[in-house]
């Protein structure tokens, strides 16, 4: 399955709020198509400006599956949305 550009509906959040309500929308949107995060074969992550990889990072690697870490790129971008500080783009197989 290919998930667009997944951002936070509650930008007032910062960058460690906004990643784990994405992380969320993509947890759910995973398992309405019988999938997970174990299943993730590509992640493409934009955020507005490096000063917060840190903290994105630490939200993603508190969520990724541990033993399924996919190949992942992270970039700063200037983002649609302003007030968005970052978006999530992912690849997922189906479970079988």
Known sequence: MYLAGQIAEDTDQDITGQTREV???????L???????AH????QIYISDMIH???MNAVWDSWVAEDNTPPR???E???????CLVEIVVIAAQRS
């Open 23 to 29: 992380l969320g929308h993509i947890d759910c949107l």
């Open 31 to 37: 398992k309405e198509a019988n999938s997970n995060k």
């Open 40 to 43: 993730l074969l590509s992640v």
């Open 53 to 55: 990889f840190p903290g």
């Open 73 to 75: 790129a992270t970039v």
């Open 77 to 83: 971008a200037k983002l649609a949305n302003p007030a």
